[in-house]
């Protein structure tokens, strides 16, 4: 038994850890012949890599119980030992991998690939501490290292005899590659993520060791090691932004290695046939320098002619972009470049010269020419870089790709426009309706007669016919009223905070950002707080409001947002005239885990970003396959979700995206501040002692970045102000349309049954055929 081998130590003697071990390690055994036929048939196929800083894949054991069909087999076998299974599912740590939606989106698109059965591998990083693991001490967010891998993660498996090496100016690394088994619903495929981890190409220097200079003999292993130990290390300095950019190199140089080699063994050295057979997918702008290091491996390496090598690497890859933010479209100093791989920048400036050439002879205006090559005022322009050096583009939602076009990249799609498009992102449901809300997956199926919508996630509109049948929509509520009853215990053992199951659950997840809007979100509950305060008679029904953020290390106003939520949680507590109607509930180190308890007993799904900022989203859709109702701003996906349940089974506020700049001209949140009212004395609690920040000065920040700004930005870009009284008016109606239940469980039923095109499999068939030329490979 792997028990045995694992603990070394007899069944009887085994705690819950070394069980799971043994498990796991027995699930991976379990799937090592299949995944071993997958490899071999998707080497011989058309096939995509899709490459990502993150993949944020969450627990696997239960995943995997769930889609090889076997988890009912194993409660029994587990409970002939003594023990529960859901108590051992506790045992796992969620991988340290991913951060927030773009990790997340990764992971669903994985896991529709492998149910799909379609020839796809991911490519990222092994982080050996994952961002960070949060604590609140004092309301403040504290960061520790995430020490997920400490005691083993079977589902991770070493390929030691498989690396390569990655060179950089000043030192060589080996790339060690650690595979991940990716299992679909109801496939014998077993898809592959490969993770890289950094190894020195030599241990230590043993002369300096023996010299007894101990620390000198390791300088070398401990850069090698900053590279794989941390997910997005700070970049506010020079040096940050050096380890950034050798971490992305890192695993867009091991990963390309490891596709060429591949290439080769299957289809010999004629690489005019190598897209054929290989599409790159970049998530984002992050790995975006495998462009130049592809065509480094093909002319330094393979021997290509220049021309004959871009035309390979330009039928190659594709670019997802997932961000309008100029902030985010990554810009790195040509002089981190020099230094790490002065070879590589020679490629990028050679790139950047073709494209000005190729400006200049289709006679584009050199203001433009300017403005868009790769290189230029000092940096290299890594999205410049993608829309040149790919076939494809695409945005993640309807309006985000219009915004692509009309704005961000505009004179990119007036030069190519066919090679742009729209995937809207999407949801895998076997992790986030069928794993993580069993009891109302159970409900489906009953109703639908079959499990078949796990994987057609279309016959969910088969439901819609039920929207009015009493008696179901009673079975509904009170599978809702299980997960929110769940949620709370939870909340419980974890925090010891008592929060009424009965009350409104109004949930906010995701990673903080001034854009996403916390902060309007709070300005509400200190106003819903004074309103109470002066009318104890209010029509709004208890409610609890939920958040789970992290913020980055180094984003100063953002972590002063979270200490004014915590904050306010704390005010409301110590008041007894108030805590029983509203309460506030920060989760501790958001992760996959977390999320999976939220999203089944959200009543309420907070979308509340700026109009315009906000590329899709997926949390908006995995509330509405839980059964939540949006409220929202008309931005990324919620605009296609209104579309799909209609007006009066969603709640959308605020400035719209068309109306944002002429409305941002005259805007002056200082008018706002004065007139709407209770504005003023909810704002004027970050300063007048109601909130105390312990004299750290981030409460001040924050309002003045409200009221009057700064010398480089005006007040409240975000438009906070602006949309609070529209907010506020669309809430309180959210609030009291709740309290007719049976209206309001038709409401979220609709939003079920219209969910079905907002599944991950759509996405990804779309890519499949319309972007990577692929089809399904299946394995006997």
């Known amino acids: 038994m792997n028990l045995r081998a694992e603990a070394g130590k007899a069944a009887e003697r085994g705690t819950l850890r070394n069980y799971w071990q043994a498990l796991s390690r027995t699930v991976v055994g379990f799937l090592a012949d299949r995944w071993e036929k997958t490899r071999d048939l998707y080497d011989r196929v058309p096939q995509a890599h899709y490459f990502s800083a993150e993949f944020l894949e969450g627990r696997s054991l239960l995943n995997n119980l769930i889609n090889l069909g076997i ?27 991913g951060n927030g939606g773009l990790g997340r989106l990764a992971a669903c698109f994985l896991d529709s690939c492998a149910t799909l059965n379609l020839p796809v591998t991911g490519y990222g990083i092994l982080y050996r501490y994952g961002l960070f693991r949060q604590t609140f001490e004092d309301g403040f967010q504290k960061e ?16 030691f005899e498989e690396r390569v090496m990655v060179r950089y100016n000043d030192l060589n690394v080996w790339a060690v590659p650690y595979d991940m088994p990716i299992t679909g619903y109801g496939t014998d495929n077993v898809n592959r993520l490969r993770l890289w981890k950094s190894e020195p190409a030599e241990e230590f220097d043993f002369n300096l060791f023996n010299s007894q200079r101990f620390d000198d003999a390791v300088i070398e292993r401990n850069r090698v090691n900053d590279i794989w130990r941390v997910l997005y290390p700070n ?8 380890l950034r950019v050798r971490q992305q190199y890192f695993f867009v140089s091991a990963s390309l290695q490891d596709i060429v080699r591949r290439f080769v063994a299957a289809h010999g050295t004629d690489f005019k046939k190598f897209p054929d057979y290989n599409t790159i997918q970049l998530n984002d702008t992050h790995p975006v320098i495998a462009i130049p290091e592809l065509m480094r491996i093909l002319t330094d390496e393979r021997g290509l002619a220049w021309d004959d090598a871009w035309s390979i690497v330009r039928k ?20 981190i470049f020099q230094y790490l791989f002065p070879r590589i920048m020679e490629i990028v400036e050679q790139i950047n010269e073709r494209f000005r050439e190729e400006a200049v002879a289709t006679g584009i205006g050199a203001e433009i020419i300017d403005r868009l090559a790769p290189v230029g005022d000092g940096k290299i322009r890594m999205a410049s870089l993608a829309v040149y050096g790919s076939r494809s583009v695409n945005g993640v939602a309807q309006l985000h790709t219009e915004i692509l076009k009309k704005d961000t990249l505009r004179d990119w799609y007036r030069m190519y426009p066919e090679r742009f498009s729209n995937k809207t992102n999407g949801v895998t449901p076997r992790r986030w309706l069928r794993t993580c809300n069993p009891e109302l997956s159970a409900l489906i199926t009953e109703l639908l007669g079959d499990d078949s919508w796990v994987t057609n996630f279309d016959r969910i509109a088969d439901l819609e016919k039920f929207a009015d049948d009493e008696a179901v929509m009673d079975r509904f509520l009170a599978v809702k009223a299980d997960r929110k009853r769940s949620l709370t215990e939870y909340v419980c053992r974890q925090t010891g905070v008592r929060v009424d199951p009965e009350s409104v659950f109004d949930i906010q997840i995701k990673r903080l950002h001034e854009y996403k809007r916390q902060l309007l ?52 507590e110590s008041d007894p005239e108030v805590r029983d109607r509203i309460r ?36 908006n859709m995995k509330f509405m396959m839980n059964g939540a109702v949006t409220l929202g701003t008309y931005d990324g996906a919620n605009v296609e979700i209104a579309d799909e349940v209609g007006d009066e089974n969603v709640y959308i506020f605020g400035c719209r995206v068309e109306n944002m700049d002429a409305t941002k001209s005259y805007y002056n949140p200082k008018w706002q501040y004065e007139n709407i009212p209770g504005l003023k004395k909810a704002v004027d609690r970050l300063i007048d002692g109601s909130l105390d920040d312990k004299g750290t000065g981030m409460f001040r920040d924050i309002y003045q970045s409200l009221i009057y700004g700064s010398n480089w930005e005006p007040g409240d870009i ?63």
């Open 71 to 97: 988890y009912e087999e194993t409660k029994a076998a587990i409970a002939s030992f003594g023990i529960n299974l859901d108590e051992l599912l506790e045992e796992e740590t969620d991988p340290g991998l």
């Open 584 to 619: 506030v509930v920060f989760i501790e180190n958001y992760n996959v885990s977390n999320a999976e308890r939220l999203f089944p007993a959200a009543d309420i799904s907070e979308q509340i970003s700026t109009a315009g900022l906000e590329a899709s989203g997926t949390g």
């Open 718 to 780: 975000y438009y906070v102000l602006g949309d609070f009284e529209a907010y506020r008016e669309m809430r309180d109606h959210v609030l009291r349309d709740y309290q007719d239940r049976r209206s309001w469980a038709r409401k979220c039923w609709i939003n079920i049954c219209r969910s079905g095109r907002f599944s991950s499999d759509r996405t990804i068939s779309e890519y499949a055929s319309e972007i990577w030329k692929i089809k399904p490979a299946v394995v006997d």
């Open 144 to 159: 520790h290292p995430d020490s997920w891998m400490e005691h083993g993660y079977p589902f991770i498996v070493s390929r």
């Open 235 to 242: 970049d506010t300095s020079y040096d940050g932004k050096v």
């Open 521 to 572: 979100n709070a300005i509400y509950i200190l106003n819903l707080y004074d309103r109470i305060k002066e009318d104890p008679d209010l029509d709004i029904p208890p409610v609890t409001m939920f958040f789970g953020a992290k913020a980055a290390p180094g984003y100063y106003r953002a972590k002063g947002i979270i200490k004014m939520i915590n904050e306010i949680s704390r005010m409301i």
């Open 316 to 335: 190659t890859f594709g670019y997802t972009n997932h961000t309008v933010m100029g902030e985010a479209l990554e810009r790195w100093d040509i002089g």
